[in-house]
């Protein structure tokens, strides 16, 4: 059976597997030695949950239960943007939880235009992986598909994020930046109205 939506321990929020897909290949990235996070059970899917099957997995869940709903699972959940937001407008109909949407912030890259604006009224949250603090260590610790452009895409669409959502988090690695990197990371942050997290590596 595929895990479509997951609880993780030690965690207060209900977890959104969409898609295994995603542009980049983050040399960090759990999906190239784990099967799950925080106890889940495997995240690999066989196929792109349907809209029905996801609903039907949500419909399992006691929604008051969790802080928040977190789209994030083993790939990038703007893959599937028109499902998303779909199942986002699902859940607040039932439930008026916080939604987060975790990100690589690549998705106006992905469908070639603004996505931000899509996202006004449904997600209250957006946590794109900042990762490094410039295009080449970007593009050496990310490895997107769209090549050298990437990091200022995603700069963009973070900026763009902070019109429409009420909260925009980014996030760096620990084990992957220094303390210098850290400070650049929030001012860069700072620079476009949004909050840094300095997260812990996931094994
Ligand atoms: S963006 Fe996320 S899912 Fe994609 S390669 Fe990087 S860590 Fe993995």
Known sequence: MMTITYEASGRDGLYINL????PCNCTFC????????YGSDSLWL?????????????DQRDLKQY??????GYGEPME??????????????????????NTNGLADLIYGERTAPKLKGLI?????????TNAEEYQKIVRPSFGAGSFDAMLAFAKDCVRFVPEVVMTVVDVVTSPEEQEKSRQICESIGATLRVR????
Do not use: M
Not at 200 to 203: A, G, L, R, V
């Open 80 to 101: 599937r943007l028109d499902v998303l937001l779909k199942v986002a407008a699902y859940i607040k109909k039932r439930q008026p939880v916080k939604i987060r949407i």
């Open 19 to 22: 898609t295994n897909r995603c």
């Open 124 to 132: 209250d949250v957006v946590s794109i992986s900042l990762n490094a």
């Open 30 to 37: 759990l999906r190239n030695h784990a099967d799950g996070v």
């Open 46 to 58: 066989d196929h792109d949950p349907s809209l029905e099957e996801i609903c039907e997995s949500i």
């Open 200 to 203: 812990p590596y996931e094994e």
């Open 67 to 72: 802080r928040e709903v977190v789209f994030c």
